[in-house]
């Protein structure tokens, strides 16, 4: 039997325009798929022959709380792990956000794989760091598929030897000074973006590769 599972985060970013003043909401929200069109919030424990032991706990998407202490826009993340975060974000000023992938206690080799849907131009820019590999596959939401490569060159197949505990960035650095984030323009004015990121995990067994274990799986 085929043991596919996602785990995804949302993040939508609802904004409002006043005075060049720009609201983003970011949310998040995990599920386990158990088949191709059966969807079961949150906690879900599968069965110990599976990928892993606790799909709630032990696939996630995270990322570090973003503090504005100066209440000007100048966000910084702190060490503290979060599902979500909340931004007044001005035209011209970046926003430092850095979701991450954590693994853990892997029951067997699997193809890791997000898949982003939303906006990225000129005005709000954003891109994957090298450990990504763009695919041409499509997700069920419309998103880009993205598969995890430890070089960058080729996909990676995660093992329960090497991947006890793993965790992976998904957004590039804008700078040495920002942790992963988007970059936003001094002409920016959308005043509605919607950017969700969503992870799944597919057996590695039985499959020729990436591409046939996520068509087959999701």
């Given at each position: 039997m085929k043991k596919f599972f996602s785990?995804?985060?949302?993040?939508t970013i609802v904004c409002f325009l006043f005075l060049l003043i720009v609201h983003f909401c970011f949310g998040n929200?995990?599920?386990?798929?158990l088949t191709?069109?059966?969807?079961?919030?949150?906690?879900?424990?599968?069965?110990?022959?599976g990928l892993l032991e606790n799909l709630s706990e032990n696939f996630l998407l995270l990322e570090h709380k973003a503090v504005d202490s100066n209440k000007d826009a100048s966000y910084e993340l702190t060490d503290e792990e979060v599902l979500s975060n909340d931004y007044v974000v001005y035209?011209?000023?970046n926003i430092p956000k850095d979701?991450?992938?954590?693994?853990?206690?892997?029951?067997?080799t699997a193809y890791l794989y997000i898949e982003i849907v939303g906006e990225n131009n000129e005005d709000f820019k954003w891109d994957v760091t090298n450990k990504w590999l763009k695919t041409?596959?499509?997700g069920s939401r419309g998103g880009t598929i993205y598969v995890y490569s430890n070089n960058g060159?080729?996909?990676?197949?995660?093992?329960?030897?090497?991947?006890t505990y793993f965790e992976e960035y998904i957004l590039k650095d804008i700078d040495e000074s920002i942790n992963g984030g988007i970059e936003i323009s001094d002409n920016y004015t959308n005043n509605k973006i919607l950017l969700k990121f969503y992870g799944y995990l597919a057996q590695e067994k039985g499959f020729d590769n990436y591409i046939e274990a996520f068509e087959s799986c999701f």
């Open positions: 785990n995804n985060k949302i993040i929200f995990i599920y386990a798929y191709n069109t059966d969807e079961v919030k949150a906690a879900f424990t599968i069965a110990s022959d035209p011209g000023v979701p991450f992938v954590r693994i853990i206690d892997l029951q067997d041409d596959l499509t060159i080729d996909a990676y197949v995660l093992s329960p030897e090497n991947e």
